[in-house]
């Protein structure tokens, strides 16, 4: 792409139709954002570690009953999670398409000694066993799946449990999604230094859009090069759900007992990370079928 196509670029953009998510299985991009995975600073990609311990201690505590459990991960990033799930002794297998957050998962479980494992694999495709007492999905990812794709996993992760089984789903609300994408245009610039989106100096010129009808936001990015101008584009669409879509995403694959908590810690919390989103867990039934 070049300038030109910014100039003519569909206003507002069609859900879906430019793309699916940011690149986070390229594996330059994916080793710059394992860096801001890491970062103390800011809970972008991750929350910072001190915020991941509580919500850990309250899986492990509340969730859990503290009982050793093998759990699964969907798109567990740098596994920040499972790495401390298994430091209380559960054992942990992580998935996710980002090559450098699968490596550093895999050395932090070879340094620690932990009972983790890792694929590095796109959760929509990748099959896994199953026997797991807790599968989960974290920090809004469900959302950024077509509703179809949602459902398929919701489903997968309930043939993945054990009887008696949980599924822990931390969704973005629907007012975050709406507010995402009310949030209009914005853009930066970044030096030799590079930044996330590029090694090389570049502009970043970004827009977010609501779509109240089909009750999606799409973001887009255009990257520019300051050396060349050649333009980069990616787009993301983030699915919006009230409380009773998400009942029905997770009754209809056969879930039980369904139970919703304002945050990872069980409580209402005011730091913004942890209030964009809320808690969905349910049961898989001890009956086997749905
Ligand atoms: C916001 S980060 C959260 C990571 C981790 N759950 C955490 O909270 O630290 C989102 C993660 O989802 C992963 N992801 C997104 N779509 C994916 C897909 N289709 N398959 C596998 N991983 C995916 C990304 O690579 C990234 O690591």
Redesign the pocket.
């Known amino acids: 792409m070049n300038l030109l196509d910014i100039t003519t670029r569909v206003v507002p953009p069609v859900a879906w139709a430019e793309g699916e ?1 940011i690149p ?2 390229d594996p330059d991009f ?1 080793r710059r ?1 394992l860096a801001e ?1 890491l970062n103390q600073e800011h809970n972008l ?3 910072r570690g001190e915020i ?1 311990d509580r919500q850990v201690q309250w899986i492990h505590n509340e969730v859990l009953g503290g009982r050793p459990t093998r759990i699964l ?6 596994g ?2 499972t790495s401390r799930l298994a430091g209380l002794g559960h054992e942990c297998v992580g ?4 090559p450098a ?1 699968i490596q550093y998962a895999l050395e932090t479980a070879s340094r620690e000694g932990l009972a983790c494992s890792y694929r590095l ?4 495709e ?1 099959g896994y066993s199953g026997g797991y007492g807790l599968v989960m ?5 469900l959302n ?2 077509r509703r179809s794709e949602a459902r398929a996993i919701v489903e997968r992760a309930f043939s993945a449990l054990v009887p008696g089984g949980l599924l822990l789903l931390e969704p973005q609300r629907f007012a975050t999604v709406e507010e995402g994408g009310r949030a209009g245009s914005s853009w930066y610039s970044r030096g030799e230094s590079g930044g996330l989106f590029s090694d090389r100096p570049h502009l970043c010129l970004s827009e977010h859009f609501w779509d109240g009808e089909s009750r999606s936001a799409t973001q887009r990015f255009f990257i520019v090069d300051a050396g060349n101008g050649q333009v980069t584009r990616c787009a993301m669409t983030t699915e919006a759900y009230s409380d009773d879509q998400f009942r029905e995403l997770l009754t209809r694959a056969g879930f039980r007992d369904l139970r919703f908590f304002p945050s990872l810690v069980g409580t209402e919390v005011d730091e913004a990370s942890q209030a964009a989103n809320l808690v969905v867990l349910g049961r898989r039934g001890t009956q086997c079928t749905p």
């Open positions: 998510n986070w299985s994916s954002m995975h990609a991750s929350r991941v991960d969907l798109a567990c990033g740098p920040l999670y998935i996710d398409y980002a957050a694999g796109d959760v929509r990748t999905l974290l920090y809004g990812q950024v799946f």
